[in-house]
């Protein structure tokens, strides 16, 4: 299993971006995904996590912000950042795991496997 982010980068306040994580060696409807995020400092927090007939979670400071969705035929999900604000700066990374439910893969961090990150910033 490989996961691998990109889209990362330098925005201002207000603005958007679009991450992407090509995956390979699973597929999305036997897996929990999720999008996480680091901040210098701080713990590793879950942002937004989906499971096929298992539910979408947002964490309640990107609802309405962020959306979490995927392509099957590309193998890649995707994490849509919108209004973002500084407290967003942050290393992003997607997981997936083949046990977990969103809940315990967003609240409690229980990823199989994970990408190497992408780095985040807003500017104010």
């Known amino acids: 299993v490989q996961l691998v982010e990109s889209g990362g980068g330098l925005v201002q306040a207000g603005g958007s971006l679009r991450l992407s994580c090509a995956t390979s060696?699973?597929?999305?409807?036997?897996?929990?995904i999720g999008w996480f995020r680091q901040a210098p400092g701080k713990e590793r927090e879950g942002v937004s996590c989906?499971?096929?007939?298992?539910?979408?979670y947002y964490a309640d400071s990107v609802k309405g912000r962020f959306t979490i969705s995927t392509d099957n035929a590309k193998n890649t999900m995707y994490l849509q950042m919108n209004s973002l604000e500084p407290e967003y700066t942050a290393v992003y990374f997607c997981?997936?795991?083949?046990?977990?439910?969103?809940?315990?893969?967003?609240?409690?961090?229980?990823?199989?496997?994970w990408g190497q990150g992408t780095q985040v910033t807003v500017s104010s």
């Open positions: 997981a997936a795991s083949y046990v977990a439910n969103i809940q315990t893969l967003c609240r409690l961090i229980r990823a199989d496997y």
């Open positions: 060696g699973f597929t999305f409807d036997d897996y929990a």
């Open positions: 989906r499971r096929v007939y298992g539910g979408i």
